[in-house]
């Protein structure tokens, strides 16, 4: 097992009255993760914290094994891209980019070679000799990711990096954290788009309210919530032979039959259920065509925490 | 026969080197419609041209039996705009607000300041209606902004990224006002979006506009019907054994993203569950790929960055 | 949050022409000027003119019978255009700034409204906050004068025309400047700091460069000038200004329809639908 990129114990930050995160613990990484949550919920106060904006008024942060506040070094290993920020609308792209580097300590020519590059991978080469004035909103938070990559952190925070972004851009972006992620870069990314990010990584952090709810595999997260048997919806041409094979599993709660050719299961341990399926299809030669979960995506979890465990819509 | 909603023929419209619409020739019925496009692939300059605020260098246009050019304001009369960003008066008051715009759209003042109540109450900002705007969070700004588009009852409103800026409870809860909207008989809008994903479980029509043409238009249907045959999987546990293990039962596993593509045959679905025994995974999904308006989109639009090689 | 369908208590009604939804613009505008800084200024504007006209006339009749040039005083001095100057920056800085600065008129531009309607009803109401700081006090001073028995009938009629006519050039002027200043930004202290710029700078400026060169055209670059050569015609005081009424009338009703004309064109600029 490696280290974890980030560790937080009982993390507390407050603006006055105001709470900005309260007892978070959790660790993160490696790879890509997804932090989740409501607006006001802390995502942002997290992100500022990890970055040494901010410094935490209880509990312990260790980033890269660093504690961020206040570490100079720690500065240059990672990458932030704010989710609202000003950038210096009367500079070209390029040169907004090489002024950072060259703030960040790059000789001049390093700069510019990696200021053009971080351009280029962001897929803003075209464009990159204009005035951010005349830049689209998509656009502008592509250049917030370029500034972000530029100096080649080893961890990267994104603050709603896609918000504005349209379609062709949001795929990009998606390609490049993957790209980035291959590359043995470290990502934490928060979104409110629930299917971008899963369809990023199945890691994830869910807060609200300044604490964790969550954090960890998605589907074992998923498989933590008892309250609610896991509903697993599977298509066959033999719905009573195949519920008669499941029906065998202690934790397999209730079968219905919704239609033709299809079945319901209700299972209160997916993952026995998931690890068991495979083998049984073999053994008794089941003919499955489909099988899946409306309640084994990150929506439905989201909502099962975030209201409180009241189950489904 | 119905009566078209929107009609767009031969229409251009250039700025200056750039020609923002090239030749756009559409026909969108009644329902519900989304909009699609990369910036710069006139979204914006086409609801410009509907809303009859621009006129086309050539072509013509019709939405609801009128000609935008040579009647603007009846046009405007009949339709509803909501646009993406902040718009409101922070010094009135929800309920005052909306009433205003009913006002501003034509309504009597009584009419306006009913309708206005009525429609705070269909957005859910009932109890919220008589506070003062600046008091309020980004999902109640939505909110009225969605209610001043609806306040003057128009069978057409223009929807400009209703969700941007929304948590994912936020987002959910404008996703199901607007198909509220779009079940009312004779209540139809296009809304523009970069999430096609929100496209897609919301219209039953679109248009996808890349660099001012067309790349696809009408029922979605129709549309995605042709972008069928593959399977999808989805697992939990080592992926390149399991795709070791599909290549050895002879198919051929197509890895995006976070799920495998698999053409596969009626009735083989077994070798998959045998790969997944032998590489010890579990098939956390299974079903045929269900086409979207994303898939077509991206399928249809040239990407500038190039989608990895995997 | 419970969703239903809205219900149309009405059922689908007859929609009102434009004037009518110019006027909703209008007197929405109107009085959302009626603030502490609106009120305050037109309120001693009124208390100004009415007790300085009223004095004045009072100890001239101890002398003579009054005059309408008696009732011209106020123009004389310098208090008066400075008010105007607190009434228009309060009542007009903010018509068009604040607008684009929240954005609220691509709504309005959305609807069935055209640009110059909008504009239109912006000018309405702060054309009716310059009227009745420009013209209500005067009117005011003339009933009191006349209730108090100190003027002839004669010289009422005439001092009211006087008022009448020199506050509606006034405000053309300034409803002009305001909304032209206004289309400028979109923060209504800027348009509002500009106007106490531009006219203090046209004041001075003209001033000195008129001393300086003996130019006899230069005062009609200077509004407040203008003002008190139109207020001179109107109640008939002849000599004592550097500039002709008639001719200053005309620069300040021009200019002001100039400035309005400025206000819609700059307008333009604004993009309903935005990327």
Redesign the interface.
């Given at each position: 097992m490696t280290d974890p990129v980030i560790q937080a114990v009982d993390v507390t930050k407050r603006y006055g009255e105001v709470l900005g995160l309260n007892g978070f613990t959790a660790t993160i990484g490696p790879g890509i993760t997804g932090l989740?949550?409501?607006?006001g919920a802390g995502k942002s106060t997290f992100f500022r914290l990890l970055v040494g904006q901010l410094k935490v008024d209880a509990g312990d942060l260790r980033v890269l094994g660093y504690n961020p506040w206040g570490e100079g070094e720690f500065r240059r290993m990672v990458g932030y891209c704010p989710e609202h920020s000003t950038l210096f609308e009367w500079m070209t792209a390029r040169d907004f980019l090489t002024s950072l580097l060259r703030v960040d300590g790059f000789p001049k020519a390093e700069a510019h070679a990696r200021a053009t590059e971080a351009i280029a991978?962001?897929?803003l080469s075209e464009a990159q000799d204009r005035r951010l004035v005349t830049y689209?909103?998509?656009?502008r938070q592509r250049v917030k990711l370029a500034q972000s990559i530029a100096h080649d952190p080893a961890l990267i925070l994104l603050d709603e990096p896609l918000?504005?972004?349209?379609?062709?851009?949001?795929?990009?972006v998606?390609?490049?954290l993957?790209?980035l992620q291959r590359s043995g870069r470290h990502v934490l990314v928060s979104s409110?788009?629930?299917?971008?990010v899963?369809?990023?990584?199945?890691q994830i952090v869910m807060i609200t309210n300044g604490r964790v709810i969550a954090y960890g595999d998605l589907?074992r997260i998923r498989s933590l919530i008892d309250a609610h048997p896991h509903v697993i919806d599977i298509?066959t041409p033999d719905p009573r032979g195949v519920a008669r094979v499941l029906a065998s599993m202690d934790h397999v709660v209730s079968i219905e039959f919704p239609g033709e050719g299809r079945l319901r299961v209700q299972s209160r341990s997916p993952e026995e259920f998931?690890?068991a399926?495979?083998?049984l299809?073999?053994r008794e030669?089941l003919?499955?065509?489909?099988?899946?979960?409306a309640d084994?995506n990150l929506?439905a979890v989201?909502?099962y925490l975030?209201?409180g465990g009241h189950g489904p819509r | 026969m119905p009566v078209a909603l929107i009609e767009v023929n031969g229409v251009s419209k250039r700025f200056g080197t750039v020609e923002a619409v090239s030749n756009l020739s559409v026909e969108l019925s009644p329902g519900s419609i989304g909009l699609?496009?990369?910036?710069?692939s006139g979204k914006t300059t086409l609801i410009r041209l509907l809303l009859g605020l621009l006129s086309p260098d050539s072509g013509n246009l019709s939405v609801l039996g009128c000609d935008p050019q040579r009647d603007p304001l009846g046009v405007r009369g009949q339709v509803g705009y909501m646009p993406e960003h902040d718009c409101l008066s922070p010094d009135l008051s929800g309920i005052g607000f909306v009433a205003h715009m009913g006002r501003v759209s034509g309504l009597p003042k009584e009419v306006a300041i009913s309708r206005a109540h009525d429609v705070l109450e269909f957005v859910g900002l009932a109890e919220e209606r008589y506070r003062k705007i600046r008091e309020y969070?980004?999902?109640m700004r939505q909110r009225v902004k969605l209610a001043q588009a609806i306040v003057h009852d128009p069978p057409l409103c223009f929807l400009d990224e209703p969700t941007?800026?929304?948590?994912?409870?936020?987002?959910?809860e404008m996703l199901e006002l607007l198909r509220a909207l779009g079940r009312l008989p004779n209540h139809s809008f296009v809304l523009s979006t970069?999430?096609?994903?929100d496209a897609d479980g919301l219209c039953d029509q679109v248009l996808m506009l890349d660099a001012g043409h067309c790349i696809a238009s009408g029922p979605v249907r129709e549309l995605i019907a042709s972008h069928e045959g593959e399977s999808v999987i989805r697992i939990?546990g080592d992926t390149d054994r399991f795709l070791a293990s599909l290549l050895q039962h002879g198919l051929t596993p197509k890895p995006m993203?976070?799920e495998i593509r698999v053409e596969l045959a009626p009735?083989t679905?077994?070798a998959v569950?045998?790969s997944?025994?032998e590489a010890g995974?579990?098939?956390?999904?299974?079903?045929?790929s269900v086409a979207t308006i994303?898939g077509l989109?991206?399928a249809r639009?040239e990407?500038?960055?190039p989608?990895?090689p995997t | 949050m419970s969703i239903s369908a809205p219900r149309y208590a009405a059922g689908p009604s007859a929609r009102t022409g434009p004037a009518s939804r110019i006027l909703a613009i209008a007197s929405r505008e109107f009085f959302r000027r009626a603030r502490a800084a609106t009120l305050l200024s037109v309120a001693l504007t009124f208390f100004v003119v009415v007790t300085s006209v009223v004095v004045t006339v009072i100890f001239a009749s101890f002398l003579r019978a009054p005059t309408a040039g008696d009732f011209e005083s106020v123009y004389e001095s310098p208090v008066w255009p400075f008010l105007m100057l607190i009434v228009a920056a309060s009542a007009g800085a903010g018509s068009l700034a604040e607008d684009v600065g929240d954005r609220s008129i691509s709504l309005y531009l959305s609807r069935p409204i055209r640009l110059v309607d909008y504009v239109s009803a912006k000018t309405i109401a702060c054309g009716s906050w310059l009227v009745i700081a420009t013209v209500g006090p005067g009117l005011t001073a003339v009933a009191v004068t006349g209730a108090l028995g100190y003027a002839s009938a004669s010289v009422l009629l005439a001092a009211l025309l006087g008022f009448v006519a020199t506050g509606f050039v006034a405000a053309i002027f300034f409803t002009g400047l305001a909304l032209a200043l206004s289309s400028l930004t979109n923060r209504a202290l800027y348009s509002g700091v500009a106007i106490f710029g531009v006219i203090l700078v046209l004041y001075i400026g003209g001033s000195v460069v008129a001393g300086i060169t003996g130019n006899i055209y230069v005062p009609y670059a200077n509004p407040i000038e203008n003002i008190r050569s139109v207020a001179h015609g109107a109640f008939g005081v002849s000599g004592g200004t550097a500039t002709d009424p008639a001719s200053s009338a005309l620069t300040l009703v021009g200019s002001g329809v100039v400035l309005w004309v400025f206000a819609l064109w700059r307008m333009r600029r604004v993009e309903v639908v935005s990327?």
């Open positions: 989740i949550g409501p607006n991978t962001v897929g689209s909103k998509g656009m918000n504005g972004v349209d379609p062709v851009g949001r795929a990009a998606m390609s490049l993957r790209r409110h788009v629930l299917y971008e899963e369809r990023l990584t199945d589907h298509e998931y690890g399926l495979p083998g299809v073999v030669g003919d499955i065509r489909a099988v899946g979960s084994d929506d989201f909502r975030s209201e | 699609v496009g990369p910036n710069g969070s980004v999902g941007a800026g929304l948590d994912p409870s936020g987002r959910e970069h999430l096609l994903h939990q993203d976070r009735g679905t077994r569950f045998e997944a025994a995974v579990q098939v956390r999904y299974l079903g045929r994303e989109f991206l639009v990407l500038p960055v989608e990895d | 990327e």
